[in-house]
């Protein structure tokens, strides 16, 4: 294996022009053009031929290559910090023939999270959503999705496509002397080939909108922000030009985008945000033209209210997470380079302690996002007093 050429791609994008980050852009989209353009017929990941896997799990496809399972971690149980339980649902990894197929291991995904129902209460808030609730919106999940592949829009939307799950720029590397030209992408290890929806709220970093501080209004944040916002156009008009296969996927209902996106994360996010896409989908049910009758029934007024305050309680602990993710520059996973890895560690220190002014560490560490920094409660006049002040708003927020 060789090393990547040239530099990473958010080491030069700081001092790159307007023009140079457009171009640079227009060239990201040339290398998903050439990516959408091979045409896949089965769900799953790419393997060399040569691969030491069940024979019955390869799908040949070219001289050399075949389709296997799915490499994805979801998939598999190496997550230390989110093991599997197969007692509901067994491996589901393909390769898979068809979208129905496909759907389904969605559903076991959502299952193989749940731990079993004897097993010892886990420290989640009770937002989170109890297992039996789990299992019960994945059922429901499993027959909404039944019908949702009926649909035409969907059915565009669900071409295999084979696609860099993480284009980001530390991703990619560029050349030292002309930023608009790539040398490299790395990090393909997860890449695999999914229905085209599966990137539907997909949006890389250097096309993301940036936002602007509270009451912050400078000139440097309003061009930075001008910046993105032309960059974004110009990665959206690139892929709705060139990659109709991702526009397809793009131009999918939110709702139906989002269901299939959070049906295999219900116990990680919260069994709320699958409640209120099922909710959702519901109510709209007909209007969106698909298959009658809904699976899922719409919730009683008792029922309804019960979820709203449990909805605004999750809501709650994912606008912390934002700010926890903004405060640290990181990854929604906690991920951070290594060699910002000790100073991250002492950065993520402040905001905990922050939040130790305002709640119980026992109910913080429910709703802390990653995990608790080894520190102490600090005097109060060392806690910023602006971020201070908004994360007492958000407190009172979280109580109303």
């Known amino acids: 294996m060789d090393h990547a050429e040239g530099v990473q791609l958010h080491q030069k994008w700081p001092a790159m022009s307007l023009e140079q980050r457009v171009g640079c852009t227009a060239a990201i989209v040339q290398i998903v053009r050439q990516m959408a353009a091979i045409d896949f017929h089965v769900y799953g990941s790419l393997y060399f031929d040569s691969v030491d896997i069940d024979p019955a799990l390869k799908h040949p496809i070219a001289p050399g290559y075949v389709v296997g399972p799915h490499c994805a971690t979801p998939y598999w149980d190496c997550e230390a910090h989110e093991p599997k339980y197969y007692s509901s649902a067994k491996p589901n990894r393909g390769p898979w023939f068809d979208l129905a197929a496909y ?58 496509l084979l696609l860099h799950p993480d284009l980001h720029k530390r991703n990619i590397f560029v050349s030292e002397r002309d930023p608009t030209t790539i ?48 960059c974004k156009q ?28 959070y049906c295999p994360r219900s116990y990680r996010d919260g069994a709320g945000i699958l409640r209120q896409i099922l909710m959702d989908l519901a109510t709209r049910w007909k209007d969106l033209e698909l298959p009658a009758p809904c699976p899922y029934p719409l919730p009683t007024t008792a029922e309804w209210l019960a979820h709203r305050e449990e909805y605004k309680a999750l809501e709650h602990a994912q606008q912390l997470k934002r700010f926890v993710m903004s405060r640290l520059n990181t990854a929604s996973d906690g991920w951070v380079p290594a060699d910002a890895w000790e100073e991250t560690v002492e950065d993520h220190k402040k905001p905990y302690e922050e939040f130790l002014q305002m709640m119980e560490e026992e109910e913080l560490r429910k709703v802390w996002p990653f995990d608790e920094p080894c520190s102490l409660k600090p005097r109060v006049e060392d806690v910023d007093e602006e971020a201070h002040s908004r994360l007492q708003s958000m407190k009172k927020n979280a109580k109303g």
């Open 234 to 261: 110009a990665f959206i008009a690139g892929v709705r030009l060139l990659v109709p296969k991702l526009y397809a996927a793009w131009d999918l209902d939110d709702d139906i985008a989002r269901f299939f996106e």
């Open 103 to 160: 759907c389904a291991a969605l559903i076991d995904v959502g299952m193989s999270r749940l731990p079993p129902a004897n097993a010892t209460a886990n420290n989640k808030p009770s937002f989170h959503g109890a297992v039996a609730e789990h299992i019960r919106l994945l059922k429901f999940g499993g027959e909404v999705a039944s019908k949702l592949i009926e649909n035409p829009q969907v059915q565009r939307a669900a071409a295999p």
């Open 183 to 230: 040398t490299g992408i790395i990090d393909w290890q997860s890449s695999s080939i999914d229905p085209a929806f599966m990137h539907a709220n997909e949006m890389p970093d250097f096309a993301a909108h940036i936002s602007t501080p509270d009451n912050t209004f400078t000139s440097e944040y309003l061009a930075a922000g001008e910046d993105a916002k032309r």
